[in-house]
């Protein structure tokens, strides 16, 4: 193993850490998974290209030693932090958690998170969100050899490997730029990254010769690769794409200035200090964010000097642990079974989480739930579930327009976002009975190119509608330019009557989770709506209503509380109003809408 790599695997370790404990100094930390990426590229390269010479490389006993590698540790993680999210997340997180369960075992995390459209930069719900660049490593560590196989087939195209890679980097490198519109593709997925595991392919050609030399013959497509990088570096225009052009330059100088040098640079990076903590990297990176995720979930994270003791002390712990118990427990295994035997067990065991990940998220984190605490009953849990808004019906996207209910006089649009979406499966149940049609638009103001109230206009404009209820959980951040649309639109629709629900009050976390966990009610986010109550009254609409969400969901608590300050998320009955922080069950829609169509009048 190359110290200076090892040293650098120790760095960059920290980095991610430090990132994710959302340390001030650290904020590009992230950058050190395009370093990991990298290593990988030398270390592959090395242990392929070294075996094909030697004429021994087999394609099974590579997986096989993937396998033994990677498969252990990941295993007793994914044992741990599922339960501890059986017996603590709220049902809605720990449904998402199966999805990520089942894309972790299955090693297409970063495919699913990019799906699903994660933002990795943002507050997550998913205590395995690290584990995407293992995924995406993986999915390399597959492509790798059967490509270099498939070149190596060939006498032609044998004696040009680093022609070929170097074009392999071109396209790779192009798609990072050319998709950077798109930035969770760039992020998330192996195209545009994989020519950071090519740029490893020509440092380990650089390290492979037994005499160093940096002359530009010897090492002309790796002085080409700098060449590009540098001159997007300083011509190019993404952001991200530069920052990780930085760091690769960073990584690559301090490789070359230590590589076999004797300097200060070589003398940390070969330290017993780092080359032991390399020894325990794929094991810290593995606890390290469950670790983070959980104490956030348990303790108010202040980012304070006792908070940062305590998580890394737990880490350091937790890695030990479990270094040391897939060590035992493996090895002590393997002594008494075969390889193949030992990996048929591995696989076994991953394909049974990823067949546990289906199972939560298909049961929506409810079944067989709190079965050690006495405050959650059967009917709290029952009561917490929620149904999926539609996507598609009939084939027509509900991000445009479709149609749940037809051929009646009447027609109601719901439009808005997900809060919105909270109301879709008890309208569709009240307007068949009440034989109503019901139409379905939903904004997603992180895909759309027009304006909330715009996208609504384009809808009205597509298909008529008597009732429009807009639901959104946020507005658009110009009050002045809102107010002049929804004016515009009054005044263009007089015969549609517009019912626009103020934003109910959010809560700083789950109230389920106040529940589950035994604490004390918390605090709650008080949208103040003193401006649209003024925009209100200052004209007379008579095809607009407010309908004050806040007021509905306070009257099913409790007779003695009447202010938002006392309200926790629950009724009179203490059954879940809210499945999170700001959506509600359909116990708390059906609540609300019966008692909304009680008042309203569609005759």
């Known amino acids: 193993m190359i110290k200076e790599i090892q040293g650098l695997r120790s760095i960059s370790v920290f980095l991610i850490l430090f990132y994710h404990l959302n340390l001030s100094y650290f904020k590009l930390g992230f950058l050190a998974v395009d370093i990991f990426f990298i290593i990988s590229g030398i270390i592959f390269s090395k242990i392929i290209f070294t075996n094909l010479i030697n004429k021994n490389f087999s394609i099974l006993e590579y997986t096989k030693r993937r396998i033994n590698r990677l498969f252990p540790g990941l ?4 044992f741990f932090v599922t339960i501890f999210s059986w017996l603590f997340l709220i049902p809605l997180e720990l449904k998402y958690y199966g999805q990520s369960l089942f894309s972790t075992s299955i090693f297409i995390s970063n495919i699913y998170y990019y799906i699903v459209n994660n933002d990795y930069f943002s507050p997550n719900t998913y205590s395995l969100l690290h584990l ?9 560590y597959i492509l790798y050899p059967l490509l270099i196989l498939f070149i190596n087939k060939f006498v032609s195209l044998r004696k040009n490997f680093e022609i070929i890679f170097f074009f392999i980097f071109l396209a790779s490198f192009y798609s990072n730029i050319y998709f950077g519109y798109d930035e969770k593709f760039a992020f998330y997925l192996l195209p545009t990254r994989f020519w950071e595991f090519i740029l490893g392919y020509y440092i380990f050609i650089f390290i492979k010769k037994n005499q160093i030399n940096y002359s530009l013959k010897h090492n002309f497509y790796l002085y080409l690769i700098n060449f590009f990088l540098i001159i997007y570096l300083v011509f ?6 530069k920052q990780q052009i930085t760091a690769v330059l960073i990584f690559l100088i301090i490789f070359f200035i ?5 300097n200060i640079f070589n003398s940390f990076l070969i330290s017993s200090y780092n080359q032991n903590v390399a020894k325990y990297s794929y094991t810290i990176f593995l606890v390290h964010y469950p670790v983070i995720y959980f104490y956030k979930y348990f303790v108010n994270y202040k980012e304070d000097l006792t ?3 305590i998580i890394l002390l737990l880490i350091i712990v937790l890695t030990k642990f479990i270094f040391k118990l897939e060590n035992y427990f493996f090895n002590s295994y ?3 079974t075969s390889n193949n035997s030992t990996i048929k067990v591995l696989i076994i065991l991953l394909m049974f989480s990823s067949f546990l990940g289906l199972f939560f998220h298909q049961t929506k ?3 067989f739930r709190y079965l050690f605490n006495k405050n959650i009953s059967d009917e709290y849990i029952s009561y917490s579930k929620h149904f999926v808004s539609s996507k598609k019906i009939n084939n027509e996207s509900c991000n445009n327009l479709c149609k749940k209910i037809i051929g009646n006089k009447k027609s109601i649009l719901l439009f808005g976002d997900s809060h919105a979406g909270d109301f879709e499966f008890e309208l569709t149940k009240i307007l068949n009975k009440k034989k109503i049609n019901f139409y379905i638009s939903y904004y997603d103001y992180k895909t759309s190119n027009l304006s909330a109230l715009d996208h609504l206009r384009k809808t009205l404009e597509k298909e008529k509608s008597d009732y429009v209820f807009l639901i959104f959980h946020r507005k658009e951040k110009n009050n002045s330019i809102f107010y002049e649309k929804l004016e515009s639109l009054l005044n263009t629709y007089p015969q ?6 103020l934003q109910r009050v959010e809560f700083d976390e789950a109230p389920i989770k106040f529940k589950l966990l035994n604490k004390s009610f918390d605090k709650l986010n008080n949208i103040n709506f003193e401006d649209f109550n003024t925009f209100t009254k200052s004209f007379n609409f008579p095809n607009l209503r407010v309908v004050d969400q806040n007021k509905y969901l306070l009257d099913f608590k409790k007779p003695g509380c009447k202010k938002l300050e006392c309200f926790d998320g629950h009724d009179y009955k203490n059954l879940p109003l809210y499945r999170d922080n700001h959506h509600l069950t359909n116990y708390g829609a059906n609540l609300f809408i019966n008692k909304l169509f009680k008042e309203l009048s569609f005759n």
């Open 75 to 78: 295993i007793i993680l994914i």
């Open 132 to 140: 995407w660049s293992l995924s995406l490593e993986l999915q390399f």
């Open 236 to 241: 190019g225009n993404n952001l991200i794409v």
């Open 258 to 262: 230590s590589y076999n040098n004797k």
């Open 307 to 309: 908070d940062i003791f």
């Open 334 to 336: 393997r002594k008494q």
């Open 365 to 367: 984190g409810l079944k």
């Open 496 to 501: 549609v009557k517009f019912y626009y629900f």
